[in-house]
């Protein structure tokens, strides 16, 4: 799915409507570049999980963890990771296969550590309007995301 944004409120908005669908053990991979949106996404994420605390990027302490109203939001920032050692130390497996929801920023860096199911948000500034984003959901894997995406598209067509 596709949805064009027209500023950082509508960005947040479609975060929070993607949250309250969310469920433990949900995994979403947040891709964009620098300024993208990606904190101001998963800020809107944890509203809809009725987290009540500030959300910021986790880019120094790699992790920040948010009580939602049901249960946690792991916020993980793989920006700094750069050695499988330090990626080791992160028991990452416990966030993935646990009792919150993850959502991760540059995955990239943790590639072969993510699990094989999950949903992907890819955030892309547009040049003409700089508040406005190209963002495209959908999942990777055995196909278990694709009643939650329909069920957001409904959200966004209403």
Not at 73 to 100: K, M, P, S, V, W
Not at 126 to 138: K, N, W
Request: hydrophobic share 35%; proline share 4%; net charge negative.
């Amino acid at each position: 799915m596709e949805i064009l944004t027209g500023n950082f409120s509508e960005t947040q908005q479609l975060g929070q409507s993607l949250g309250a669908l969310l469920q433990p053990g949900d995994v979403l991979l947040v891709s964009g570049d620098l300024g993208a949106g990606k904190t101001t996404f998963i800020q809107g994420l944890a509203a809809g999980m009725g987290v009540q605390a500030q959300v910021t990027s986790p880019t120094f302490t790699i992790i920040h963890e948010y009580q939602g109203s049901s249960f946690p939001l792991y916020h993980i920032d793989a920006y700094r990771l750069e050695r499988a050692d330090e990626i080791n130390e992160l028991g990452l497996e416990e966030y993935f296969y646990g009792d919150g929801v993850t959502a991760v920023e540059w995955a990239e860096k943790i590639k072969e550590w993510l699990p094989p199911d999950y949903l992907y948000v890819k955030l892309e500034k547009m040049s003409s309007h700089p508040e406005q984003r190209r963002i495209q959901i959908g999942e990777r894997g055995s196909g278990s995301y694709a009643g939650l995406i329909e069920e957001l598209k409904q959200i966004c067509r209403s």
